[in-house]
Structure formats: C-alpha cells, structure tokens
C-alpha cells in the first residue's frame, strides 16, 4: 500500500473515532488528545495558573429560597429573581422540594448509561437532530469543525406516556429514573415559571402559563470524561439555551462558567441546589429585560463530570414573541417571532461560532 493510501486509510479511522465520542477515546486510554479537538489559541479556556493550582474564579449565583416563595416574603424573592435574571442570566434554587434521592440517582444512572458498552450506547446514534432519543458527541457532529469534548444522551420527555417507550431499556431503571425526574422537574420549572411571569410584572398572563401545560422537555445527559490535555478544548462551547428555562444539575464536578463582567467565571453551586438559566425564548418573552447568557463548559485531567440539562418551553409548534403586556411606544418590540422549527433550522444549517441564535431573531 503506498504511504498516501495508509495515511488515507489513518484519517480516516480517525474520522470514525471522533464520531464514537470522547467516551471511547478515554476508554483507549489517550495521553494527548486528536488535533480534532484542539481549539484555536483564542478559543481556549486559559485555565489560569494551571489546572492543578487552579485559581479560577467562582462565583456564587442569586440564591432562590422557594420555601419563601409562598410566604409574606414572595415579593422579596420574587425582587431577587427578577435581578438575577437581568444582571446574570442564571441563579441556584434551594429548598426546590425535589428529593436529593432522585437527584443522585438520575446522575446515578446518567454515569451508568455512558459505562455500558460502546455497542449498547451505539444504538441510540443518530445524526437526525428531530430524533426524539439520541446519542451523541461534541455540539453538533454533523457541523463542528473543532470537536468538544462531550458525550450526550438527549431525550424527549412530554408526555412521558408517549416517549418513555422509546428511551434506552439500559441501564434497566434507566426509564423508571427519567420518568420520575421529568415529572419533578417539570413541576418544578411550572412554578419558576409562574414566578418569572409575575416577576416581569405580568399578573394578568395565565395564557402563557396555560400553555406551558403541554410544554416540551427536553433532558440532555452530559458526559464529559476527564482530558488529558484540558486547556487545549471545551466540554461544551459558548453557547446559549434555546428554550424558556433549563434546570442543570451536576455531580459535584465543577465546570460550568458563564461570563461576567467580560470575564468567565466557574459555577460553585451550593449542595442540592439546581442552577437555572434564563434561555433564548425567555429573553424573546421579556422584549430583552432577562438576558439569555453564554455558558460554556470545562473539562479536567482527573474526574469524569455528569451533568443533566432539563430545557423547558411551549410546545415544538408553539410561536415564541416578546410578551404583549411589555410593549409600549417607549418599549417596543425588540426580537422577531420565532419557533422550535426555527431554531433547529439555524443549528443544522450553520456553525455559529458564538452558537448564538438569539442574534438571529433581534429586531435592529
Ligand atoms: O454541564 C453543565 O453544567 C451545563 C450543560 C449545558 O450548558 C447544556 O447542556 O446546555
Ligand atoms: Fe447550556
């Protein structure tokens, strides 16, 4: 075989081990990681100081207290939410009355889901971003020249009846588990939900709370296997969340940084808390007041970090727009209608380099 030949043949098993995910390419135990992954300079995370005398600054998000939310404290928290959604975009809820028995063990199970072996997880791959069950790597596989360095199960979940039988059948509770924390969850984020509305200043809007009933869920499981060369990629690129509200929980790993003052800052949430992100559609519902925050996601040379994102909005075929209580002369429309068909439309056509569909629905 000539040498052009082998090198082809190299490239191309490399093409195909990029496309298993960085699960298997840690299973074969790496010690640099494919050019495939290696971001531009500029692009890079800068972990500053190096990862083991890591200095990175945390930031401790708004704290959300729900078990004040029904109290004569409500229009104090209500206050907090409404700063927290204009200055960071995120905030931590405590005292959510979701069962940290649950949570560990929906992380539990994620964990055991990216352990089966390759062939099992291999079932779920699909390239179609529609498929309502998927398994997949870095953001967008189909499109991403510089490949980040996650595995990700996304799941549809409403209604459960109809897409629980479509989900993986292993790990075997692996149905049980995500049934149950969609039910939770999606209780949950009705009454963030209700609260964000009134918070706007919109007593009025049951409408959009009514709508919410037959919302969509969409769970992403995220795995990000420790790297050995961390500095030089992402778990996941800046990006922000299409949808109204996501509820991340995480394993105790940190990762997680948002940008602040221009700087990223890591995520140190409190124990048992959810961390919660305004999305595009909630920055289109408030005319721009919530702002929808670019995230991205660090990876370390020593632990395995689990992370499940619950992304919640109106229902796929629902239209997005600025609420039409906050419009005024003085306040007018900032941001075009937009659909879930839209969005997915924008991130199989293109490579944004921010991943940043908001941009493209803003009125100028
Ligand atoms: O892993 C995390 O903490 C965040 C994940 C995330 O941003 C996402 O799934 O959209
Ligand atoms: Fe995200």
């Not at 207290?65 to 004569?72: E, I, N, R, T, V």
């Not at 079932?123 to 498929?131: G, I, L, R, W």
């Not at 993986?168 to 075997?172: F, K, V």
């Given at each position: 075989m000539s040498m052009a030949a082998e090198t082809e043949m190299e490239d191309s098993s490399l093409e195909d081990r990029h496309l298993k995910g960085v699960r298997h390419l840690h299973e074969s135990g790496i010690t640099r990681i494919p050019n495939k992954y290696i971001l531009p300079v500029c692009d890079r995370p800068n972990i500053k100081g190096g990862e083991r005398n890591n200095t990175q600054l945390k930031l401790k998000l708004p704290i959300i207290?729900?078990?004040?939310?029904?109290?004569?404290n409500r229009s104090r928290v209500l206050k907090s939410l409404a700063d927290a959604c204009e200055e960071y975009g995120f905030f931590q809820v405590i005292n959510h009355g979701i069962p940290c028995d649950l949570t560990r063990s929906m992380i539990d199970v994620g964990r055991r889901f990216f352990e089966l072996p390759f062939e099992e997880r291999a079932?779920?791959?699909?390239?179609?971003?529609?498929?309502p069950v998927r398994y997949g790597t870095s953001f967008n596989q189909n499109k991403d020249g510089v490949f980040c360095w996650r595995d990700f199960l996304k799941l549809y979940c409403q209604p459960v009846s109809r897409f629980c039988p479509q989900w993986?059948?292993?790990?075997?509770d692996l149905r049980q588990k995500v049934a149950s924390y969609t039910k939770e969850t999606n209780s949950l984020f009705i009454m963030l939900l209700k609260a964000v509305v009134e918070s706007l200043g919109l007593v009025d809007d049951d409408d959009i709370v009514k709508e919410f009933g037959d919302g969509s869920q969409l769970m992403v499981i995220n795995c990000f296997p420790s790297c050995p060369e961390p500095d030089l990629t992402l778990g996941m690129p800046p990006h922000s969340d299409y949808g109204f509200l996501t509820l991340v929980l995480q394993d105790g790993v940190l990762g997680l940084q948002i940008q602040s003052q221009g700087e990223w800052v890591t995520v140190d949430p409190l124990p048992n808390s959810f961390v919660v992100n305004v999305g595009d559609h909630l920055e289109i519902f408030s005319n721009g007041r919530y702002k929808s925050v670019l995230h991205r996601v660090l990876v370390n040379s020593s632990k395995t970090r689990i992370s499940v994102a619950s992304l919640h909005s109106l229902p796929f075929e629902s239209v997005v727009k600025p609420s039409s209580g906050l419009i005024t002369p003085q306040n007018p429309k900032r941001y075009k209608e937009t659909d879930f068909a839209a969005f997915l439309d924008y991130a199989s056509s293109c490579e944004p380099k921010k991943k940043n569909f908001i941009e493209s629905r803003r009125l100028t």
């Open positions: 207290d729900l078990s004040q939310l029904h109290g004569p079932k779920y791959m699909s390239p179609d971003m529609f498929a993986p059948c292993e790990p075997s």
